[in-house]
């Protein structure tokens, strides 16, 4: 890289912070200056933008705007919260401790609770971590946007979950400090300062915290995190709100803010743990070498590029050709693939089978808390096998998902199987060095791909090493599948077009963005928006009467929303004009681009 181009990419990196970049809008709404173009990139370069945004997680913090994840105030709000914990771990009677999203936010409360209750059963003690997703299980797979604006039902929620508990350590996670589900729960923990101490993890400034009213509540979200900001003064409450800059596709926080929380809440829990069971006090050098160990592992994608471009290109050609892109996975990698392929639906308006993810053993393996979510959402590999295989050909990209330590004659069982519906079939697995366990079979696995990923990890392995294998993961599913979608044309610059307008959020962020698009004002941007959504060219007082709640109701069963009150606006035709331009044009990016000129 020259010297002006590097000058022009550290440029990049922190020209979000500056007060006049987008400033009316909150660091997780802000498009990301590095992924302008990302619409028009190619797959190597998508994959170094990705990078690149994910590398912004650990910014320095000198001279900066806003906190950073290893900022002195940010560490030292962790060693508390993490006390707080060991107190619990050595204490558990009547106790608990809840993680608690909506979203992402609330998958990594599962996968983060479901992983260190495992490390207390490996030790014999009894779980004291519980997860609560808004909308239930089901959550975990699906989106499910309507209950994260309740804030009534996350305060039930959380009610029920701690039925009897005298002591309850609640971390409520909002990316973008505004879901009102987790403004609910923490709102009970403030009234009961008894029986709760609350704990807010997001990634924006407080003063950034949504302060948009909620219909039936007193409070808004910013007005919950100014009452933490009080009682923090005294450590009954925590505020944890690191800026992890914006994400590559904007507001898409499933992307960083989802493994900034995961490398958050892991940190935490794994220095409780050390402090209760192995008597290592928890120190500020202690939680730094943990983030260390995180921001080193942002580098192990960066050395299989090419290997990685070759895998976007091959799920994009699948995804272009309208065929399937599945993931099978072992683990807590298992998991982590469900929860990407899901995350398309709401995220790119893919469609269900488009990506789906599977893992080894089922619920068996996942055991949430209400067990098997019935026949829509089937996740185990027999259910692949029987399902999903019979249909697939080359044209059908697999990738297989594990670590040496999962059970490789299985992999490679299954690989044989998949082998003869397709040779589209890949492998991404971690492995530590020096380990030549299973050896023989790993080079049959090798040979049925048309390619791996081997991760090398430095040998000995560490007890962080498990966490740094999904945190990797993660990374690497989520730019895998993000930049599929850019490839199959669902991006416009770094606007995802085809949001779903399912809840207040998207709601108001889908009429930014067709402000931002149209150049037209925000009243137009939203009558058309409505026109797009009750499917009408005149939008009557009784729609323009009715609350958002209404409105992202009546927005669940509809396709395409964003694009098409865009195209009315750009064009000034009809509903029914606008329908069939899209037909013509269903990469949205081209039809919004053949009327932009
Ligand atoms: C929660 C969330 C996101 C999802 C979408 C809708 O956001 O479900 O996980 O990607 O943006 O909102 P947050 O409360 O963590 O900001």
Same mark, same amino acid.
């Given at each position: 890289?020259?010297?002006?181009?590097?000058?022009?990419?550290?440029?990049?990196?922190?020209?979000?912070?500056?007060?006049?970049?987008?400033?009316?809008?909150?660091?997780?709404?802000?498009?990301?200056?590095?992924?302008?173009?990302?619409?028009?990139?190619?797959?190597?370069?998508?994959?170094?933008?990705?990078?690149?945004?994910?590398?912004?997680?650990?910014?320095?913090?000198?001279?900066?705007?806003?906190?950073?994840?290893?900022?002195?105030?940010?560490? #030292?709000?962790?060693?508390?919260?993490? !006390?707080?914990?060991?107190?619990? &771990?050595?204490?558990?009677?009547?106790?608990?401790?809840?993680?608690?999203?909506?979203?992402?936010?609330?998958?990594?409360?599962?996968?983060?609770?479901?992983?260190?209750?495992?490390?207390?059963?490996?030790?014999?003690?009894?779980?004291?971590?519980?997860?609560?997703?808004?909308?239930?299980?089901?959550?975990?797979?699906?989106?499910?946007?309507?209950?994260?604006?309740?804030?009534?039902?996350?305060?039930?929620?959380? !009610?029920?979950?701690?039925?009897?508990?005298?002591?309850?350590?609640?971390?409520?996670?909002?990316?973008?400090?505004? *879901?009102?589900?987790?403004?609910?729960?923490?709102?009970?923990?403030?009234?009961?300062?008894?029986?709760?101490?609350?704990?807010?993890?997001?990634?924006?400034?407080?003063?950034?915290?949504?302060?948009?009213?909620?219909?039936?509540?007193?409070?808004?979200?910013?007005?919950?995190?100014?009452?933490? #900001? #009080?009682? *923090?003064?005294?450590?009954?409450?925590?505020?944890?709100?690191?800026?992890?800059?914006?994400?590559?596709?904007?507001?898409?926080?499933?992307?960083?803010?989802?493994?900034?929380?995961?490398?958050?809440?892991?940190?935490?829990?794994?220095?409780?743990?050390?402090?209760?069971?192995?008597?290592?006090?928890?120190?500020?050098?202690?939680?730094?070498?943990?983030?260390?160990?995180?921001?080193?592992?942002?580098?192990?994608?960066?050395?299989?590029?090419?290997?990685?471009?070759?895998?976007?290109? *091959?799920?994009?050609?699948?995804?272009?050709?309208?065929?399937?892109?599945?993931?099978?996975?072992?683990?807590?990698?298992?998991?982590?693939?469900?929860?990407?392929?899901?995350?398309?639906?709401?995220?790119?308006?893919?469609?269900?089978?488009?990506?789906?993810?599977?893992?080894?053993?089922?619920?068996?393996?996942?055991?949430?808390?209400?067990?098997?979510?019935?026949?829509?959402?089937?996740?185990?590999?027999?259910?692949?096998?029987?399902?999903?295989?019979?249909?697939?050909?080359?044209?059908?990209?697999?990738?297989?998902?594990?670590?040496?330590?999962?059970?490789?004659?299985?992999?490679?069982? &299954?690989?044989?199987?998949?082998?003869?519906?397709?040779?589209?079939?890949?492998?991404?697995?971690?492995?530590?060095?020096?380990?030549?366990?299973?050896?023989?079979?790993?080079?049959?696995?090798?040979?049925?791909?048309?390619?791996?990923?081997?991760?090398?990890?430095?040998?000995?392995?560490?007890?962080?090493?498990?966490?740094?294998?999904?945190?990797?993961?993660?990374?690497?599913?989520?730019?895998?599948?993000?930049?599929?979608?850019?490839?199959?044309? !669902?991006?416009?610059?770094?606007?995802?077009?085809?949001?779903?307008?399912?809840?207040?959020?998207?709601?108001?962020?889908?009429?930014?963005?067709?402000?931002?698009?149209?150049?037209?004002?925000?009243?137009?941007?939203?009558?058309?928006?409505?026109?797009?959504?009750?499917?009408?060219?005149?939008?009557?007082?009784?729609?323009?009467?009715?609350?958002?709640?209404?409105?992202?109701?009546?927005?669940?069963?509809?396709?395409?929303?964003?694009?098409?009150?865009?195209?009315? &606006?750009?064009?000034?035709?009809?509903?029914?004009?606008?329908?069939?331009?899209?037909?013509?044009?269903?990469?949205?990016?081209?039809?919004?681009?053949?009327?932009?000129?």
């Amino acid at each position: 890289m020259s010297g002006s181009e590097w000058t022009c990419r550290l440029s990049s990196m922190h020209e979000w912070e500056s007060p006049y970049y987008e400033p009316s809008l909150p660091v997780s709404e802000k498009s990301n200056p590095l992924t302008r173009d990302i619409d028009r990139a190619s797959s190597g370069c998508i994959v170094r933008m990705l990078q690149a945004c994910d590398s912004q997680m650990f910014l320095e913090e000198a001279g900066a705007t806003y906190q950073r994840l290893m900022s002195d105030e940010v560490v #030292e709000t962790l060693m508390e919260v993490a !006390k707080k914990v060991e107190l619990i &771990l050595k204490d558990p009677r009547d106790s608990l401790v809840v993680l608690s999203g909506c979203g992402t936010s609330g998958r990594l409360a599962f996968l983060v609770t479901s992983a260190f209750n495992r490390a207390l059963k490996e030790l014999n003690q009894s779980p004291v971590y519980s997860y609560i997703i808004a909308g239930g299980d089901k959550a975990l797979f699906s989106s499910q946007e309507a209950p994260e604006d309740d804030p009534k039902l996350g305060m039930l929620s959380l !009610k029920e979950v701690c039925e009897g508990k005298k002591r309850v350590f609640f971390v409520g996670i909002s990316c973008g400090l505004s *879901a009102p589900f987790v403004a609910g729960q923490l709102d009970l923990c403030l009234q009961n300062p008894e029986v709760y101490t609350p704990v807010l993890v997001g990634f924006n400034p407080t003063h950034q915290a949504r302060d948009e009213p909620i219909p039936g509540c007193s409070f808004t979200f910013r007005s919950v995190v100014q009452r933490m #900001e #009080e009682l *923090a003064k005294s450590k009954k409450a925590f505020l944890i709100n690191p800026a992890v800059g914006p994400e590559a596709i904007s507001g898409s926080s499933r992307m960083k803010g989802g493994s900034a929380t995961k490398i958050l809440l892991e940190v935490v829990l794994y220095a409780a743990h050390a402090a209760a069971f192995t008597h290592t006090p928890i120190t500020q050098q202690g939680i730094l070498q943990h983030m260390r160990a995180y921001e080193k592992t942002l580098e192990i994608p960066c050395a299989h590029n090419e290997g990685m471009a070759a895998l976007l290109e *091959a799920a994009g050609k699948s995804l272009q050709r309208g065929r399937r892109v599945c993931y099978l996975g072992w683990g807590a990698l298992g998991v982590l693939g469900l929860i990407d392929a899901s995350e398309c639906v709401p995220t790119f308006g893919a469609d269900y089978e488009d990506v789906r993810g599977f893992i080894s053993g089922g619920y068996n393996e996942l055991k949430n808390n209400e067990g098997p979510l019935g026949p829509d959402f089937r996740i185990s590999h027999e259910d692949f096998l029987h399902l999903v295989l019979p249909s697939l050909d080359d044209h059908d990209m697999v990738l297989l998902i594990y670590t040496q330590t999962d059970d490789v004659g299985d992999v490679e069982k &299954l690989a044989r199987r998949v082998r003869e519906k397709t040779s589209n079939l890949h492998a991404v697995y971690h492995r530590v060095d020096g380990d030549t366990a299973a050896t023989v079979q790993q080079d049959d696995i090798n040979k049925l791909c048309l390619s791996s990923l081997r991760i090398t990890w430095p040998s000995p392995a560490s007890g962080l090493l498990q966490m740094q294998w999904e945190l990797c993961t993660k990374l690497f599913l989520n730019a895998l599948s993000t930049g599929a979608h850019v490839l199959k044309g !669902k991006i416009y610059q770094n606007h995802m077009m085809d949001l779903q307008v399912t809840n207040s959020k998207l709601y108001c962020r889908a009429t930014r963005l067709l402000q931002k698009l149209s150049g037209c004002p925000e009243s137009k941007c939203e009558e058309a928006l409505l026109k797009a959504v009750y499917k009408v060219d005149n939008v009557t007082v009784e729609i323009t009467s009715s609350d958002i709640s209404t409105h992202t109701h009546t927005a669940r069963t509809r396709t395409k929303v964003v694009p098409l009150a865009l195209v009315c &606006l750009l064009t000034g035709c009809s509903l029914a004009e606008a329908e069939l331009r899209l037909e013509q044009q269903p990469i949205v990016r081209d039809a919004v681009e053949a009327c932009l000129s």
